[in-house]
């Protein structure tokens, strides 16, 4: 599976391949209206980016702004369909004028590439999810799951830190029973019959990391424990 991060291309390329390409439509109306239609679908996806704070906004701004103007121009206002996309593409401009509507990258969103990549992996992970991804204890067991923390006011550091582990334990409790139908069980046998819970790895975190086989009187074994009993 390839993950793909989606870079914002510098505006002023931007604006010279757009006015390339209206230049290269034509004298005929359809095929004008067509290249404007292009143009339009290419702002609203360009309005989509987070920018680098080092472009600024008012570059950007003026950039998509100025593809509007040059793709409208071109347009035939004698026709009702020309008019139509001519009004989409002022609305578009107009738009630009909202102090949120043009995007920068804030320092939270500058994370490296490893970074960028482990969180967008996780939430394709839960949104698709397969049969590996299920299989995996990091992400469901009680051991490897991030905590809460107690204490009062103040105990996390920014509303991002609590959200993220918000989800991690939703994403956990949410599809617990698919991974305990792919997880071994335990097949200890006591009063109630076969005890049936899911074998977790073992943990430092729940005093189980020191737990050695019970058989070596029988096999002989004396390697440490894999995985215990819930």
């Not at 034509?26 to 309005?47: C, H, I, M, P």
């Not at 698709?128 to 992400?139: I, T």
């Amino acid at each position: 599976r390839w993950l793909v991060v989606w870079i914002p291309p510098p505006i002023d390329l931007c604006v010279a391949v757009v006015r390339s390409f209206l230049n290269s439509s034509g004298g005929n109306d359809d095929a004008v209206l067509a290249s404007a239609e292009t143009v339009l679908k290419a702002v609203r996806r360009l309005l989509m980016f987070s920018w680098s704070p080092d472009v600024g906004k008012d570059v950007v701004k003026s950039g998509l702004t100025d593809i509007c103007f040059d793709a409208e121009s071109k347009l035939n206002k004698r026709k009702k369909d020309h008019r139509e996309v001519s009004l989409l593409l002022m609305t578009e401009a107009d738009k630009m004028e909202k102090p949120w509507a043009i995007r920068l990258k804030t320092t939270l969103n500058q994370d490296t590439d490893a970074d960028v990549a482990e969180e967008e992996s996780a939430i394709v992970d839960w949104k698709s999810p397969s049969v590996a991804w299920l299989s995996d204890p990091e992400s469901f067991s009680p051991y490897s799951c991030p905590q809460f923390k107690v204490g009062g006011k103040g105990v996390y550091e920014t509303p991002e830190e609590y959200l993220e582990i918000v989800r991690k334990l939703w994403i956990a409790m949410a599809f617990s029973d698919g991974h305990a139908a792919l997880s071994p069980t335990c097949r200890s046998h006591g009063s109630n019959g076969v005890c049936g819970k899911v074998l977790w790895p073992v943990s430092a975190r729940n005093n189980t990391a020191h737990l050695h086989c019970r058989n070596k009187r029988r096999s002989g074994c004396t390697g440490k424990v894999t995985f215990c009993c819930s």
